[in-house]
């Protein structure tokens, strides 16, 4: 058991430096930082009409590259090794992830990448937007607990001199409902017989 080697197909993870030689190896063989030239032949309507015209080497010649330019039905290539993702994303992403790579067929690589990006995260706000309705609407703050959210309203604005300014009461200041309470009204506790 001990002597035994490790299946040469398991996942090895790879270290810093390794990926960062991948990194560096992609970078150098992408090309040049220059945007690329056009070797189509022939490439403006002007200079295939002109003079002669095209001669039949000419024709052969962009038929081909015309031809070249068609991608095949597995292009673009997708290679995941290019886009690592740490553990914690994998995980989160997964289930996303799993959901619309199912869509892909039905509706194409770009729609689906697009509905992935954008549906969960619409999702997470929805999710969030019912859970803050529903903290404020069933636990608001009040005298009997010390959490819970206080929502605001306007007071009435009193602008002319033939309204009367009510008169609080200095304990009204900070009361969060205690005097509309419809338990212990009587004033007696558990302790008074």
């Known amino acids: 058991m001990a002597d035994e080697k490790p299946c040469p197909d398991a996942f090895v993870p790879e270290k810093k430096w390794q990926i960062e030689q991948r990194w560096v190896k992609q970078d150098y063989y992408r090309g040049s930082q220059y945007p690329p030239f056009s070797v189509e032949p ?30 095949s039905p597995n292009e673009p290539r997708y290679v995941k090794e290019l886009t690592p993702r740490n553990a914690f994303r994998r995980v989160y992403m997964g289930l996303a992830d799993s959901i619309f790579s199912k869509l892909i067929p039905l509706f194409g690589r770009s729609p689906a990448s697009m509905m992935r990006v954008v549906v969960p995260r619409l999702g997470l706000i929805l999710l969030v937007g019912y859970w803050s309705y529903y903290q404020l609407k069933y636990n608001p703050k009040d005298w009997t607990r010390s959490g819970g959210f206080h929502v605001f309203r306007n007071k009435p604005m009193i602008l002319s001199a033939d309204k009367v300014v009510p008169e609080k009461k200095h304990d009204d200041f900070h009361d969060q409902g205690f005097k509309a ?3 212990l009204r009587d004033g007696k506790t558990s302790g008074q017989v």
């Open 42 to 71: 022939v490439p403006y309507e002007r200079q295939r009409l002109a003079g002669a015209g095209m001669s039949a080497e000419d024709r052969a010649l962009r038929r081909q590259w015309i031809k070249d330019q068609q991608l």
């Open 181 to 183: 309470r419809a338990a």
